[in-house]
Structures are given as structure tokens and as C-alpha cells.
């Protein structure tokens, strides 16, 4: 069974650039979720897919995109690249959306410096 | 608004001891709760979980205890060894679908 990966491990951009960072689900998962997760802080949530559609979204502003393929591997997009957005981003992957509590698998993450 | 805090940044124990981590959240009605450890470079890794029709849940050498009333969750761990060193997350599902909510953090350092 593979895990859920990230990719790039780790990326440099400068303000107003844009970046993409990609997410292989676990085998089996359909789901995929999106984190934030600032130094020294706990993860935020910023927006859910199932199904290549998003479901669910955090408190993030539109400049956040994602995508999901139909192979369930997902994108995050973030656009205007601000030095806040400087942080490691969490992909997790589970078995199924809404309610259901089906564990979350996280990756290692991606650490965005904006610099 | 919604919000899950750990009443300690910081727990340093001494290898063999047992550890106890709290943690407080505000929605009440969230139902389902879960307790993560995050090592340095990675990601969170699940613990143990609980749903809110439960106090208490074992696992091989951890416990979790839900207090609704008081909205306090901790996460015990017994005779605690060198690589349970790492940030332990709680975090909860308040019903808004995948979303989990985390708190943010305490740090469990083990003296050997």
C-alpha cells in the first residue's frame, strides 16, 4: 500500500509569484485534503476534494485554489504569493468525504518560503 | 469562534514515566476527536481517536479521555520512551464534513 506523498519536499518563491504543489493520495483514497500549517502552530484546514470537485473550504481566500484529478491525486495552487503564506503544507488523504470520520492520512508536506 | 487549545506548550518527562497531555476545545458539538503526533520533517501521524459518545479509549500504551461536560480531552501515555519525543496535535470534528480543527500543539520532550 503507498502513502500519501508531496511533492516538492521543499520550494523558495518570491512575493507575488505563483506556486503549485501536488498530492498522490493514498492507494484506495478518494478524498483529499488541504492544510496550512504555520511554524509552531497546529494545521488549518483550507479546503477538501472528492469526487475532482471541492467540498468544503476553510478560511482562505480565493487566491487558494485546488484541483483533483481523476486518479485522485490533488493540486493546491496559491496565487499573489504573500510572506505569510510562508509555511509547510499538509496533504491528507482518506477513504471517503463528509461526515465520515475514516482516518486521515497525512504527508510529509511541502515547506513554502516566501520570501 | 471555534478553537481547540492545549493548556501546555511544553512537557518534558522523564523516560519510564507516564505522560498526560490536555486539551480543551469550545464547540460542543463536535462528536468525533483525535490525537496526532508529529515528528520534526513530518507530517501528523494518528494516535488514537474517540467519538463523543465515549469517555475513555485505550490503545497500546496510550489513552484518550473525553469530558464533555468540561470540554477537555487528554491524551495519556504510559512509560514513555525517547521516541515518543514530538508535538502532539488534538483535534476535532465538529460535523462540517472532513474539516478537522486542531490545536496548537504541545511539544513532549523525554529525558533518557
Known amino acids: 500500500e503507498t502513502g500519501v506523498t508531496q511533492s516538492p519536499t521543499h520550494l523558495i518563491k518570491t512575493r507575488g509569484q505563483q506556486v503549485t504543489l501536488r498530492c498522490s493520495s493514498q492507494s484506495g483514497h478518494n478524498t483529499v485534503s488541504w492544510y496550512q500549517q504555520a511554524l509552531g502552530q497546529g494545521p488549518q484546514f483550507i479546503f477538501q476534494?472528492?469526487?475532482?470537485?471541492?467540498?468544503g473550504r476553510g478560511n482562505f481566500p480565493p487566491r487558494f485554489s485546488g484541483l483533483q484529478f481523476p486518479n485522485y491525486s490533488s493540486e493546491l495552487n496559491v496565487n499573489a504569493l504573500e510572506l505569510d503564506d510562508s509555511a509547510l503544507y499538509l496533504c491528507?488523504?482518506?477513504?471517503?468525504?463528509?461526515?465520515?470520520?475514516?482516518?486521515?492520512?497525512f504527508g510529509p508536506g511541502t515547506r513554502l518560503t516566501v520570501l | 469562534g471555534e478553537s481547540v487549545g492545549l493548556h501546555l506548550p511544553t512537557l518534558s518527562v522523564q523516560e519510564g514515566d507516564n505522560s498526560i497531555i490536555n486539551c480543551a476545545y469550545s464547540?460542543?458539538?463536535?462528536?468525533?476527536f483525535i490525537w496526532y503526533k508529529q515528528e520534526s520533517g513530518k507530517g501528523p501521524q494518528f494516535i488514537i481517536d474517540?467519538?463523543?459518545?465515549?469517555d475513555k479509549r485505550q490503545g497500546q500504551r496510550v489513552t484518550v479521555l473525553l469530558n464533555k461536560t468540561v470540554k477537555h480531552l487528554s491524551l495519556q501515555i504510559a512509560a514513555t520512551q525517547p521516541g515518543d519525543s514530538a508535538v502532539y496535535f488534538c483535534a476535532e470534528n465538529n460535523n462540517q464534513g472532513g474539516k478537522l480543527i486542531f490545536g496548537q500543539g504541545t511539544e513532549l520532550s523525554v529525558k533518557p
Open positions: 474517540i467519538r463523543s459518545n465515549m
Open positions: 464547540n460542543s458539538a463536535s462528536d468525533y
Open positions: 476534494y472528492y469526487r475532482e470537485e471541492e467540498n
Open positions: 491528507a488523504s482518506s477513504l471517503s468525504p463528509g461526515r465520515s470520520i475514516d482516518e486521515q492520512f
